[in-house]
């Protein structure tokens, strides 16, 4: 019988070529990230029990992603969910969904869009200084706080939850107010080209891990994932050491457990683990 994570992959794997080959068509550098590298270094693919692929792209060039994705994807069953695409979603960062599919993520409701996703991060420059990190970082999770209070995102559902209103045109223009005053507090030092350290500022990990210099994220090699074949930093020895430690050792088998999806429609069937 098929695996719920293996039905999730195979979608998944669509929605990473189509990505591939919109970063193709545009001639954009992306490479894969977290998990996702270390699934392609350690397995040659996905980690048997992941179920989600993170992607990242420098911020300019990830500016011109979503700049050009909605012509891209117009004739496709994808859908590039963004703070600006998708008023309820409150994520700093945008998803490639499989709008063919709908998900129910752990300890994640909400009203935003639902679909199997990839995640694409921008990578921003940061200051030098350790206090200009520090307040940079605090603001950030101040105004993201904010804004998943403010679109209702809990971590489990309740029955009442349905009986609310949706929210009104003035909430979700404050919303809109809070959304573009995290992207210009996390684009702040973009234009400053002396600075040669970007960071993941929706990174998972602590907050020097998926900090990296321009030159590492920028000297990419092709790597095999699965069937496709897929960017990754040359330096990744020294990325996945730096988050993982000896990141070709296996974690314990009580480790090895999904974290995102619980619940999967697709093809007209309901799939739970």
Known sequence: MTRLIDRIHQVELGNLAQFIAMCDELKLPYFMMGGSLLGTIRHQGFIPWDDDVDVGLLRADYERLLAAAPAYLADTHYFLQTPASDDNYALSYAKLLDRNTYIEEKNNVNAARKGIFIDIFPLDRIPL?????????????????????QLRYHLVDNPLRKLQSPLSPEQLADVQALKAERQALMTTYQADTSLLQVKNLASQYSYNKEVFTVAEVSDL?????????????????????????????????????????????????????
Not at 129 to 149: G, S
Not at 222 to 231: D, S
């Open 129 to 149: 200084d350790t206090t200009l990190q520090r307040e940079q970082m605090t603001k950030f999770q101040l105004l993201n706080t904010r804004i998943l209070f």
């Open 221 to 273: 090699t092709p790597m095999p994932f699965e069937h496709l074949t897929v960017q990754v930093p040359k330096m990744y020895s020294s990325i996945l050491t730096k988050m993982y430690g000896d990141y070709m050792a296996l974690p314990p088998e009580n480790q090895r457990t999904e974290k995102h999806l619980e619940k999967v429609i697709m093809d007209n069937q309901v799939f739970t683990d």
